[in-house]
């Protein structure tokens, strides 16, 4: 057994250090994190995080173009999950929508899927010239060719590339 024993002084210093630390980690813009646990506490209870607002805003596709719109959503990863798509003509009028439950699925194969479902129904309905608007850039990256696929999502994008090279696709990322 050791004989070391280690003071109370040491255990606040470390329990604060690890604080700062925590607080740097979660909040990246904060540039100076007081050490001393009073002085963390008084700090974090007057900070005000700065918000980013961004407005989006739909536009329309070119005469002669359709636009999707897709997106996944769930509800812990994996667990309950659905994607949804809808497309719209040149006037903005809705054309079709889809929804659909899935099991086991991480986010980023959800979103791969739910671009790979939109892509077989604009295909099959003739829609050769349309916009896929996602939320996920890295999905964006990945079939413009910038980025690598994750190893569980190979498959689906091997076939959306394929998919693609029949059609006048662009791409908009939310």
């Known amino acids: 057994m050791s004989n070391n024993k280690v003071s109370n002084r040491r255990v ?7 604080i700062q630390q925590l607080v ?18 008084k700090f974090l209870e007057q900070f005000v995080p700065k918000f980013k607002v961004t407005q ?5 596709p ?3 173009w359709w636009k999707c719109n897709s997106d996944g959503a769930t509800r812990c990863n994996p667990n309950r999950i659905s ?3 809808c497309v719209k003509n040149a006037i903005g009028d809705l054309v079709f929508a889809r929804n659909k439950e899935m099991k ?7 979103e791969a899927m739910t671009l790979l479902e939109a892509v077989k129904y604009c295909l099959s309905q003739h829609m050769y010239s349309f916009i896929l608007e996602t939320d996920s850039l890295l999905m964006k990256n990945i079939l413009d060719r910038k980025w690598r696929p994750p190893w569980n999502i190979i498959f689906v994008v091997e076939g959306l590339l ?3 090279t029949m059609l006048k696709l662009k791409f908009c990322i939310l």
């Open 62 to 64: 070119l005469e002669g």
């Open 104 to 110: 086991d699925a991480t986010n980023i194969e959800l």
């Open 83 to 85: 994607y949804a798509f």
């Open 12 to 18: 606040l210093y470390q329990a604060s250090t690890n």
């Open 24 to 41: 740097k980690l979660g909040k990246p813009g904060i540039k100076s994190v007081p050490h001393r646990w009073d002085d963390t506490l």
């Open 162 to 164: 394929d998919i693609m």
């Open 56 to 60: 989006v805003l739909w536009k329309l």
